[in-house]
T-cell receptor, first 110, second 113 residues
Framework: EADIYQTPRYLVIGTGKKITLECSQT?????MYWYQQDPGMELHLIHY???????EKGDLSSESTVSRIRTEHFPLTLESARPSHTSQYLC?????????FGQGTRLTVV | SQQGEEDPQALSIQEGENATMNCSYK?????LQWYRQNSGRGLVHLIL?????REKHSGRLRVTLDTSKKSSSLLITASRAADTASYFC?????????????FGTGTRLQVTL
């Protein structure tokens, strides 16, 4: 059973609102990831962290930002949501082996 | 750009048949992993094969790795309708603690009765 949690599971929000997607893991993993995925499509890495206070942009440019103040917590923030941000956001963590994924947040911006 | 390319993009087979998916990657790796994703859910890890291994089995899954060709294959034997999902390969580069896991483009498998 994976010990990584994402909230909320679904979010419908109006254009221009600020949102934060939460991701927490209890496995003590140093590496954490945020991926963006449209239905039936490939995963795009948007943010990566390999430890506290270390974050990097991923392969896909994103207007979102992340922080890693604690090992277990890796929230993603959008300052001003737009319809183009509508997608599924997947959080994951890993040690040196397999990655564990949360159930995802499906974001719809109207 | 994605590290891994998978083919086919989509595969439809009947229950009981075998399904083979292929993954090619670009850089040196420490290990290669396969994941499964049911529609709208997070990914679930299936199997990990290290760069010094050539073949690995887990139940009905068989994974091969050819580092000279930078490719891997996933074989699912005696497929079931419940195997219907998307399958992704992921590579971990051979570059130290800051290395990140990068996913391929995925194969959508449909198993029909």
């Amino acid at each position: 059973e994976a010990d990584i949690y994402q909230t909320p599971r679904y979010l419908v929000i109006g254009t221009g609102k600020k949102i934060t997607l939460e991701c927490s893991q209890t496995m003590g993993h140093d590496k954490m990831y945020w991926y963006q995925q449209d239905p039936g499509m490939e995963l795009h890495l948007i943010h990566y962290s390999y430890g506290v206070n270390s974050t990097e942009k991923g392969d896909l440019s994103s207007e979102s930002t992340v922080s890693r103040i604690r090992t277990e917590h890796f929230p993603l923030t959008l300052e001003s949501a737009r319809p183009s941000h509508t997608s599924q956001y997947l959080c994951a963590s890993s040690g040196e082996g397999e990655a564990f994924f949360g159930q995802g947040t499906r974001l719809t911006v109207v | 750009s994605q590290q891994g390319e998978e083919d086919p993009q989509a595969l439809s087979i009947q229950e009981g048949e075998n399904a083979t998916m292929n993954c090619s990657y670009k850089t040196s790796i420490n290990n290669l992993q396969w994941y499964r994703q049911n529609s709208g859910r997070g990914l679930v890890h299936l199997i990990l094969i290290r760069s010094n291994e050539r073949e690995k089995h887990s139940g009905r899954l068989r994974v091969t790795l050819d580092t000279s060709k930078k490719s891997s294959s996933l074989l699912i034997t005696a497929s079931r309708a419940a195997d219907t999902a998307s399958y992704f390969c992921a590579t971990a580069p051979n570059t130290g603690t800051a290395s990140k896991l990068t996913f391929g483009t995925g194969t959508r498998l449909q198993v029909t009765l």
